[in-house]
């Protein structure tokens, strides 16, 4: 799970479920908040900058508890294994005024008070080179037909609108240097994850290193999640 913080406005959040099938990393947005839902229909970048956050912490934390183990409107067991926060603009003090650095929001979240979050901060380096990782999670060869060694490895459900509004239509501004703002903190959210799922390894004693591809025994492999 990973957060985009805004200092007055809601933040942008995103749930990832990660799954090894054979050699492969396969990735599955099947949350976000706030949703379409949250904001009577309205996509987030269109309210972004508008709607002032009037949740405090503890109530963003007992979202997020839910939140974490909901698919659509399906009730799991799942558990988060780790959480992140943008380590550049993580400055909420838990109030419309926030603090000035990073450790202000991960200090307050962690307090039993506030919910007792864990938020923890990838390196800076690691969320700027996520932009190339993610599209080329995203691509697929359309010069053969989809099947299981042609498809994407990053997988958005469909009721993740503003995860799906935000991939397919964020772009760079016409210098082709400066991001677009306007749908940028899906895409933000989403390279944090990946910033820290890079420095979270994936280990399950159940799986060889060397096991055989997905693509030669897919029918022999059990699907292995490891929720962020």
């Known amino acids: 799970m990973a957060i985009d913080p805004h200092t007055v406005y809601y933040p942008f959040c ?19 908040f ?7 229909g309205e996509l987030y970048h269109k309210v972004r900058k508008t709607v002032p956050c009037t949740l405090s912490m503890i109530d963003l934390a007992t979202l997020f508890l839910v939140i974490d183990c909901t698919v659509g409107d ?47 901060q990838p390196k800076e380096k690691i969320i700027d080179v996520q932009k190339d990782i993610i599209r080329e999670a995203m691509k697929i060869n359309d ?3 989809v099947c299981s060694i042609n498809q994407s490895r990053l997988v958005v459900m469909p009721h993740c609108s503003n995860v799906i509004d935000s991939l397919t239509n964020h772009r760079y501004d016409m210098d082709n240097v400066t991001e677009d703002e306007k ?35 897919r029918e022999k492999m059990n699907l292995n999640y490891s929720l962020v």
């Open 14 to 32: 995103i749930w990832i479920a990660r799954i090894k099938l054979g050699r492969e990393m396969f990735y599955i947005v099947y949350n976000e």
């Open 34 to 40: 706030p949703t379409v839902g949250f904001f009577n």
């Open 74 to 120: 399906i009730q799991t067991d799942a558990k988060i294994k780790e959480r992140y926060v943008d380590t550049r603009f993580a400055k909420a003090s838990g109030a419309r005024s926030w603090s000035t650095n990073t450790e202000g929001l991960i200090t307050e979240f962690a307090k039993p008070s506030n919910g007792g979050i864990t938020l923890k």
């Open 143 to 145: 010069k053969i037909p």
């Open 183 to 217: 749908r940028k903190d899906p895409s933000d959210s989403l390279r944090i994850c990946f910033a820290g799922m890079e420095s979270y390894k994936w280990s399950d004693p159940s799986i060889e290193d060397e096991a055989t591809p997905f693509v030669i025994e």
